[in-house]
């Protein structure tokens, strides 16, 4: 598209060019160079090299003062020879006596009177030069044998020719542009960029689709969509690759912000309840929480209210859906985040979470802007590292696993998210601000929507039923039941 998009840039300036600017044309006249001698054939011979060698001669004179001031005068025209020799032009052919003389102007007459005034200007000039000092005619005499015609079509701007450069030239931009954009951009578009980089397995590639701006959780997304599907694929892979871990618990995170870390935790939880399993979504970005928001859930009390032990973790769980899925917000913004989540309780919280539920998926804050991800990834088996297409670059996902590699975790994979539905990215085979939000987020009418039971939600907030008696009374019992499953004596 940009080659397309140069070369089309390229014709309308050339277009523009040729539309604004004024109508030039040229008129040309010619002068035949003779020697006055009527000698043998010898003589003559003599006298045409003589006449051949002084042409190029003339041909210089022809844009002097000497000629020109003469035609400036005879014309009664108001500029200097030097202004004029910028009109007019003089030329001869190789092996000829012939001179050619032309003569620009926005007005085709005075072309061709120009031309034609210069010429008898130059006739005069050598006549006058040529003549011995002695006395006598000159040997030389230079005759008019095409006069100038005012001519009857502008000789610029050529439109055919302006476009035809333009293209070429668009053309070369394009093609320039294009060679070093792809020589100075590093940012990942799809496997084979990543492969520069990792060996890392690619657990899923979720395709770009618009409608999940809007609409981003799965539940509002058709059951089989290529979405679902993409989820589903991940969260099968991500059971093989969890087969021989003793962990239950998975990290994602992301290079940076704006990759999709938040709705891939959110939906691979999603996947994971759909399946039957229980499962535990807990959002440990202690600095720009969205999980919250993302789910019509109350996030004033959550993990950081656990960790200062202002209330027990078990009575902070919020159950979302109607599958065994229960989430445990970030809670009010710390201002230690990183010391909270490396500290002993967070490791003490997550060990009641992994013996009380089938999946402990955990989202956390990326892993360059702050520390908080490779702190947290100590304390657990399996990180999830979300790679955004067009979004990280090779030394930032670099930099990312290097990271991770420093704390020991364990990688289990990729998701590349945003991919290209088509083309040769396509998977098959940012601003982040912790002072301003830039993914959405249901204003606060929603909440009281929910307490309330009024009907109006805000666009791309998630259906949900106000709950009732027997709703609630269900999920407390399913909640007591996810609790109290197995040896729970530390809960």
Not at 149 to 173: C, E, F, I, R, Y
Not at 230 to 255: D, G, Y
Not at 466 to 473: A, R, V
Request: net charge negative; charged share 20%; with cysteine.
């Amino acid at each position: 598209m940009g080659i397309v998009a140069f070369t089309l840039a390229g014709l309308v300036v050339a277009a523009a060019v040729s539309l604004l600017s004024k109508p030039t044309y040229t008129a040309e006249t010619q002068l035949f160079v003779a020697i006055q001698n009527s000698g043998s054939v010898q003589e003559l011979q003599q006298g045409n090299t003589f006449s051949q060698a002084r042409v190029q001669s003339y041909v210089k004179a022809a844009t002097t003062p000497v000629v020109l001031q003469p035609a400036i005068d005879a014309l009664g025209l108001g500029v200097q020879p030097a202004d004029l020799a910028q009109r007019v032009k003089a030329s001869a052919d190789l092996n000829t006596v012939l001179i050619s003389i032309t003569a620009s102007d926005t007005s085709p007459v005075q072309a061709a009177s120009i031309a034609q005034a210069a010429a008898d200007s130059l006739i005069k000039a050598v006549e006058k030069l040529e003549t011995p000092a002695n006395g006598g005619t000159s040997p030389v005499r230079l005759s008019v044998i095409a006069p100038a015609v005012a001519p009857q079509v502008p000789s610029a701007p050529n439109t055919k020719l302006d476009l035809l450069l333009g293209a070429v030239l668009g053309l070369a931009m394009g093609i320039g542009a294009a060679y070093i954009r792809k020589a100075t951009d590093n940012k990942i578009r799809g496997e084979a960029d990543l492969r520069k980089v990792t060996e890392t397995p690619i657990l899923a590639g979720i395709a770009f689709d618009a409608d999940a701006v809007k609409s981003p959780l799965l539940t509002q997304a058709g059951g089989q969509s290529p979405r679902a599907e993409s989820f589903r694929q991940l969260r099968t892979n991500l059971q093989f690759a969890t087969v021989s871990s003793s962990s239950n618990t998975i990290l994602v995170t992301s290079s940076n912000p704006g990759e999709g870390k938040s709705t891939t935790a959110i939906n691979l939880a999603l996947a994971y309840a759909q399946s039957g399993r229980s499962v535990c979504l807990v959002d440990a970005d202690l600095r720009r929480p969205m999980i919250g928001d993302y789910l019509g859930l109350e996030r004033t009390a959550g993990l950081s209210t656990a960790l200062i032990r202002t209330a027990d973790v078990s009575d902070l769980l919020q159950p979302w859906g109607e599958d065994d899925l229960v989430v445990l917000t970030s809670g009010r913004i710390p201002p230690n985040p990183s010391e909270l989540l490396g500290s002993d309780e967070m490791k003490h919280i997550l060990l009641r979470l992994e013996n009380s539920f089938d999946v402990v998926i955990i989202d956390t804050p990326p892993l360059l802007p702050v520390t908080d991800a490779a702190v947290l990834a100590q304390a657990v088996d399996s990180v999830l590292l979300v790679v955004g297409a067009k979004r990280t670059k090779l030394n930032e996902l670099e930099r990312s696993l290097a990271s991770l590699d420093m704390v020991g975790s364990k990688t289990l994979g990729v998701v590349l998210n945003r991919t290209p539905a088509k083309g040769p990215d396509a998977y098959g085979g940012s601003a982040y601000s912790y002072e301003s939000r830039t993914e959405p987020r249901p204003d606060s009418g929603y909440f009281d929507s929910l307490n309330n039971g009024a009907a109006s939600r805000p666009e791309g907030a998630p259906h949900m039923t106000t709950p009732g008696p027997e709703m609630e009374t269900s999920r407390s019992a399913r909640r007591a039941a996810l609790l109290s499953r197995g040896d729970r004596s530390d809960l």
